[in-house]
């Protein structure tokens, strides 16, 4: 049996977070769910994560800034942005600022399983090699 993926989710809204999490199947992810990004700063310290799912509608930032901070990770995260208020400008600066994804809300399971799984297999692929 292969190990469950870490996912961390930061959504605003509590209900949609559950609503996304069901989507996601036990055996394959452990999702943390957070609504700020001062909690996923928290969190991702004791929680590191394969993939974030982004919301960029937070309380105390966008969602857009905390992808630009990501980029000093030591081991950077695949980043999903998700938003019910995107633009196709906001898509290009999410992929622009290193987004592996960009999708709009409200999205279906499909979605979200094909998009964690494809962070999942570049995560896989970009692992070095030892010999």
Do not use: W
Not at 24 to 42: F, I, K, T, W, Y
């Amino acid at each position: 049996m292969t190990q469950a993926l870490m996912f961390l989710m930061i959504e605003h809204s509590v209900p949609r977070a559950e609503v996304y999490k069901i989507y996601l199947p036990d055996e394959q992810c452990q999702v943390v769910a957070v609504d700020s990004v001062g909690r996923a700063r928290a969190t991702h310290r004791a929680f590191p994560p394969v993939t974030v799912f982004l919301d960029t509608q937070l309380p105390e930032v966008s969602g857009l800034d905390f992808v630009s901070e990501t980029r000093a990770i030591e081991n950077p995260v695949q980043l999903i942005v998700m938003t019910a208020h995107g633009t196709s400008e906001m898509a290009s600066e999410a992929i622009q600022e290193r987004a592996f994804d960009f999708f709009s809300k409200p999205f279906d399971a499909a979605r979200s399983r094909v998009a964690l799984e494809n962070t999942a297999l570049k995560k896989r692929l970009c692992r070095p090699i030892i010999e």
